[in-house]
Every structure is written in C-alpha cells, then in structure tokens.
C-alpha cells in the first residue's frame, strides 16, 4: 500500500465530521485543536482548503457509522480507499465506454493499473481523485451542453487544473457547437457552479476557490516559480 500524504488528513477526517454530525469545521476536532500551529491544510474559518465535496464524498464509506459511534483510524483509512478505488474504478469505465471495444477494455485498465492510478489516487482520498470521474465524464459525456459544466464544477474543486481544463473547453468550442447548446450549456454551467461559488464565498471571502493560494501564500513567498532545474538546465 501506498503511504497516503497529509493532503488526504482534512478530506478523511472531513469525511467522519460530515457522516458523525460535526459539519465541516475541522477545527472543531480534539487533536487539530491541541496543534501547535495550524496545518497548512486548515482555511482561517477552521474548514478545509480543499472545500466540502472530497469530505461529502468520503461520508459514503461510513454510511454505517453515525453519530457517537467509535471507529478506529485503520477503520477509517480502509474505507477511504474503498470511496477512493470506487471512484478510480468510475473513471477508468467511462474511459472504456467511450473508446469501446477491446481498444476500451485495455485504455481504461492501464490508466486504471497505472502508478497514477491504483497506487496513488487509489489509495486515499486527494482532491484529485475526487475529481477524477468528473473530469473524465466530461471529456467522454456524449450530451454536448453537459461537458462544460463537469469541467466547471472540476476546476472548483481543484483549481490547479485550470489550465488542462481551458484546453478540453478550447477544444469543446472548436467542435463548434450550435447557438441552443451553446444557451443550454451556459446556463447548465452556471447552475453547476453557483454552489461552489457560495460557498467560496462564505469561507474565503471570494467566489473564486482561492483557499489553496491562500494557503501556500501563508508558508512561502514564491508560489508560482520556475527554476533551471526543473527545465533541466
């Protein structure tokens, strides 16, 4: 098993708040509390920098347990693998579905097998395996005005993103869709991203999901740096 990084703490705990009653503040929680100094994980209101849905998620795994129940940590990091291997699983049929044929079978169970896959996104809940099934339905959806608004929703829960998805968007638009699409998947996108915008706002002051800058701006004066070495020079 792969060892999982503390990126996946706030979505796994998140998890056991959301399931037990406690709602989303992690703060909330005894020994995030006694921390010396807050985790570079944990947004100013006390919630997740990584917002709601990886916790809502991750509730689905402990659909059995509720409120006063006691599980111990090994309970609780099986099933975050489950909830995350279900989700690897999704992404890797609708990659199947869409190629199809044997060509299908074989692209969805190597990108399924692969190191990005079983052994890493597979093996906690990261917001990026959350992501994941979202952002490959939308590049494989055949409902045309429905592919905006999955690569919406995906860059609000993982701004990081932001490039690829302008790509698939550049890439939606030069199919040139007709003027009603065009209407319906506008709208679509909106209703679709209206959640996650409130809730930007409520918790970090912008509509925008701006808590993981905020984050990394409060540990380092440089986020967004380029050395020689990573060019390999």
């Known amino acids: 098993m792969r060892h999982i990084s503390g990126d996946t703490v706030p979505n796994r705990h998140g998890a056991a708040l959301v399931r037990c009653g406690g709602g989303f503040e992690l703060s909330g929680v005894e020994w995030i509390a006694a921390l010396p100094k807050p985790p570079y994980w944990l947004a100013r209101d006390g ?16 659909l059995d347990f509720g409120d006063g129940d006691i599980f111990d940590d090994a309970t609780q990091r099986f099933r ?16 199947a579905i869409r190629i199809g044929g044997r060509r299908g079978v074989v692209a969805g169970a190597i990108a399924a097998c692969s190191f990005a896959g079983m052994a890493t996104l597979g093996q906690g809940l990261w917001q990026q395996t959350v992501v994941l099934p979202i952002l490959v339905g939308a590049v494989t959806v055949r ?27 550049l890439a939606w638009c030069v199919e040139k869709p007709d003027r009603r699409t065009w209407i319906v998947a506008s709208v679509a996108t909106v209703i679709a991203v209206l959640p996650f915008a409130l809730w930007n706002v409520a918790h970090g002051g912008s509509p925008l999901p701006t808590g993981q800058l905020a ?3 409060a540990v380092t004066d440089e986020i967004f740096v380029f050395s020689r070495a990573q060019i390999g020079s």
């Open 215 to 217: 984050a990394n701006a």
């Open 143 to 169: 409902v045309r005005w429905v592919a905006p608004a999955l690569l919406a929703i995906a860059v609000m829960m993982r701004p990081t993103i932001a490039p690829l998805v302008l790509g698939l968007g």
């Open 80 to 95: 975050e693998r489950c909830v995350a291997a279900v989700l690897l699983a999704i992404a890797a049929v609708l990659l």
């Open 47 to 62: 919630t997740s920098v990584y917002g709601p849905v990886p916790a809502l998620v991750g509730a689905i795994g402990l």
